[in-house]
């Protein structure tokens, strides 16, 4: 490095030192400029976190307020299909008495048809 050095005059040597603490300078303002703008980056992401966060919080409640009227629901089916069971099973006994008293008033009116009748 003294060779190199020694064959050059001051003012060169402080040509070429201020021409290097320029350079360096500009590539620490670059990296200030460069860390800046990520550090925006970054803060605009964990903006984004936090409504994403808040975001799914609600919609975990909403699903849980959704479940729980699922059940109420489904137990209010289930009740509705057991009602109708119960109805279904009394209509056909009914309709199965009413046939019964059909058929048996049927055959009564034929017996009483094929006495004949006389004149």
Known sequence: MQRILAGRTDPQIINESLALTIQCTATVSNMGRRLHVRNMEVKALRSQVTILQRLLKESKK?????????????????????????????????????????????????ELTSRSIPK
Do not use: C, P
Not at 74 to 86: F, G, H, Q, R, T
């Open 62 to 110: 909403k699903v849980g307020e959704v479940k729980e009227e699922n059940k109420r629901l489904k137990a209010l089916v289930d009740s509705y299909a057991d009602d109708l069971v119960i109805r279904s099973t009394e209509q056909s006994k009914t309709t199965n008495k009413l046939q019964k008293q059909y058929e048996k008033l049927l055959a009564e009116v034929k």
